[in-house]
């Protein structure tokens, strides 16, 4: 592929149509489930503040504004089963945010079949809460978030959360094989053992073909290369006597198990509404991580593992795998040095190049998408 | 009364005509006299920038800039007896705002006599420091302020002082016997073994008559209340076994001895420009609330509570009740159960209903004074 | 001279044509030496973010942004020698801005020859590091700045440096023999056992005639001043029993070795891009203070202290006395009188009067440059 020195305006994403608050008319991640308790919540969503509350295992969203005289709800309480009263004058809404009573009126209100506050689709699955935000009828969750989270037949899942202070965009970017991993992780725990995995790729985009996904495929490439005048990259490699593993193993992807069984088109998926599928090529992990925007400057990162349920002691030597090593080597250590630089990033003018050429496609498959009716 | 849907524009207060930074050309208490010593001292009055300092208990109050170079005059001192004079090079300003000497150019300078900068009108009184807000020549103190704090021979006064972040209107609407009490409230400890006050009461508006007030009537109303479905407000009343006392008392108000002998012509009075009065039927003890805007976003709230003058002994009980009860019981807890709120309100659309008739009738009343003469 | 009083808009300094983010096309100090070790260093200067990094004794700067994506390169490493690379993917620059590699495309990228970042000449010298900030060509270092930090083999030099919150045009106004300092400084252990130094005094502009600086001549003047009905300016003498010494002195300056022999014109010397030069007659010490505008609303203090170099044991006292005396004296405690009074300067109307005849030649003299070609 030739170069692709292109320079884009002064922003970015709006070049390419993608809408800085977010994709609308999805299903989000937006708390940890146990985060949830007796008392009433606020969350920020895609710029919104939602109120959120539950009777059980039942979970419902309200805009968090009453809108009698404008108090936050989520300072009120669930006073009566299954609904949230406001803190002020006791005006309690339903989750369909029906008002049902206003309570310093009495019982012979007209308040109630009157007042209403906007509400939100939301349930708690697989240890977290989720809201469907946007303006049409919610498909069914099922349907719309992958089958790792959907499927709790065949898989189970560990989620690590963490906000970062950047735009949602910035934070896509980083997932579309443009070459950050082996520069930005070849020191992090999981890869220090074994060669940095490859760069200088040949790339070409995916798509996935059903409307909601695209990945990245790479050919060719080297572990380390010598820049003459300059030096080596990577400079010590001593270290590195093992063979790759976990991340860094390549091969054909087509002969895999994640492939044929499993239908998983590339190695890394990028797929709407902001998130990177991780696959291993035997199918018994994969990485979720999605990212949630809070508003314009803030994303909330879900990093959702999946792990293929293959009985009892198998489950849990995973569980205890990712307490003792997966989750602070790659969902704190890994992730943060991401963090670092995605923080720092300040949208302008590019230099694109060939490495970003999955990149490129992944902004132009959010720009498309978010001009036209959902599929 | 029938029901008041109502839907008003994006800020409330705009359409009603009432002043975000405040009335002007009334008195305000700013802060309290203790806190102003040998050495000036900034504060934020109607969103404007006072330097305060005295001599003795002469209390002087201008603009926190010196029109020299722009220097805080509040970073000064007062050099000479009743002046101030700028940190930078000693232009010194007496209490009327004139310039009396440019020190730094010495006794022959021709500054003094040219140079001014704006005062205000400032005393100490009550244990307070007071300022007058305005461009028209300033009422005597005594006659702009309620008799319970001019009347020194009859009333006497502790003040409790807390900053809310919140526009002062927001908090103005809390005194309007708008029903939030015995919601907010009801498990206070100035109400917790005593039944709720009533609510969904019939409300009507009482204008004082006089330019400056109004008083919000309740009659009728419920002190518990089933809803069907739902359930019982107050949920728990096992503990409120005592009669109404203090606040909770109802009666005749027009047999009570405030209303015959001092004139008090509601429970509690909303007046000009931004307090409640809220008495007892035996005259012996009020309580103003009274708001003071710091700026568009803050407001500084005193409760000036004003004892009546019963001889030495009724004095030392009523002090001894204020340190050890009512201090913290309502100028702490009871004052901060609306703190949280109000500070939460967003001020935007809003559902107004039949308990708000006396919110309607305040904002009117402040929205009509706003565009007139002071009576 | 007569008295001055002007009212200048609401913005004095744009009235005077004087830059709000500083004076460009000059070298500028913006960072102690020791502070960039071998981790790159993010600066701020005239509103600009700039990396500094060095190998060994050199010293580059460039704009702390890649082109590539927009990470920040303060965060990135000097991995190969006399170059910064990017910690996203590895872009690599020279200190003349030249990408020379993209690590994660390998060596046969071309994006090296292609990208480049905006560069600024860099040095350091005097234990700081410089950077010229301009569109121009840069000036050879020892022709811009003064003699005293540029001649190494006359005069050593020792820095203390301080954040000052507050824009460069107030500071640098705080400079123009304007009289604050005997006002400001009267208690300031430098002066305290001397007479205050004289005020009162009749100011006249001496312009140095190289484009480049001027200096106020007072005469005249007074130590002490009664004021009728007020009292007396200093308030307490008994102290001051000492003779003037040390900044108090004054004298013929044309007389003077300073002026003889170094040519110095004026006792105090205000000169570009925002300094001023403090002379003794002995012309065996100066104090360059040096503002350097971070961006509209700070500006970072360069306190230079300069030393004539006269012998291995007079430089040795030279060392000590600052160390033990005027390093805290001045450079600490007499500063910091100045920066609590100018970081509280709200710019605005202005009463100007015949002591600001100094404040306004050097704000005609920078507005004057402003507008023209440098010289």
Redesign the interface.
């Known amino acids: 592929m030739n170069?692709m020195?292109q320079a884009t305006r002064a922003d970015p994403f709006a070049a390419f149509g993608m809408p800085e608050l977010g994709l609308r008319e999805f299903w989000y991640p937006v708390l940890p489930a146990w985060r949830l308790r007796r008392r009433p919540r606020q969350v920020r969503v895609l710029g919104e503040e939602l109120v959120l509350f539950r009777d059980g295992a039942r979970v419902f969203a309200l805009d968090d504004?009453c809108?009698?005289?404008?108090?936050?709800l989520s300072?009120g309480a669930c006073?009566?089963?299954a609904?949230i009263s406001c803190?002020?004058?006791?005006w309690?809404f339903d989750g369909t945010g029906a008002c049902?009573?206003?309570?310093?009126?009495?019982?012979?209100?007209?308040?109630p079949g009157?007042?209403k506050v906007k509400s939100y689709p939301a349930l708690q699955r697989n240890g977290l809460i989720w809201v469907y935000i946007g303006e049409r009828a919610a498909p069914a969750f099922e349907d719309d978030v992958p089958d790792l989270v959907a499927d709790r037949q065949r898989f189970f899942t560990i989620t690590a959360i963490t906000d970062y202070a950047c735009n949602w965009r910035v934070l896509a970017?980083n997932w579309t094989n443009?070459?950050?991993g082996?520069?930005?992780h070849a020191n992090s725990p999981e890869l220090l053992l074994q060669p940095v995995p490859p760069?200088?790729m040949e790339l070409s985009v995916i798509d996935h073909g059903d409307g909601r996904g695209m990945g990245v495929r790479g050919t060719g490439g080297?572990n380390y290369?010598?820049?003459?005048?300059?030096?080596r990259?990577p400079?010590h490699s001593w270290h590195r006597f093992l063979k790759p593993h976990g991340r860094g193993v390549r091969g054909r992807w087509h002969e895999t198990r994640a492939f044929k069984e499993f239908g998983v088109q590339t190695p890394t998926s990028s797929r709407l509404p902001g998130m990177v599928i991780v696959a291993r090529p035997s199918a018994e992990y994969f990485l979720i991580q999605w990212a949630m925007p809070i508003d314009a400057h803030n994303t909330r990162l879900f990093n959702i593992n999946c792990f293929r349920r293959m009985g009892r002691w198998r489950e849990w030597r995973d569980r205890a795998h990712y307490a003792l090593f997966r989750g602070w080597a790659h969902d704190r250590i890994f992730s943060d040095q991401d963090k670092?630089?995605v923080e720092?990033?300040?949208?302008?003018?590019?230099?694109?190049?060939?490495?970003?050429v999955g990149l490129i496609g992944w902004r132009r498959f959010v720009g498309r998408h978010a001009g036209m009716e959902k599929q």
Chains 1, 2, 3 share one sequence.
Do not use: C, W
């Not at 809108?67 to 936050?72: F, L, T, V």
């Open positions: 170069d020195v504004r809108p009698h005289r404008g108090a936050r300072l006073r009566f089963k609904t803190p002020y004058h006791g309690t049902v009573a206003a309570i310093m009126e009495g019982p012979d209100s007209n308040i009157r007042a970017d443009e070459h950050h082996p520069y930005v760069f200088n080297q290369a010598e820049f003459p005048g300059l030096g990259f400079s670092i630089i720092s990033v300040t949208p302008g003018p590019e230099h694109l190049s060939r490495t970003d």
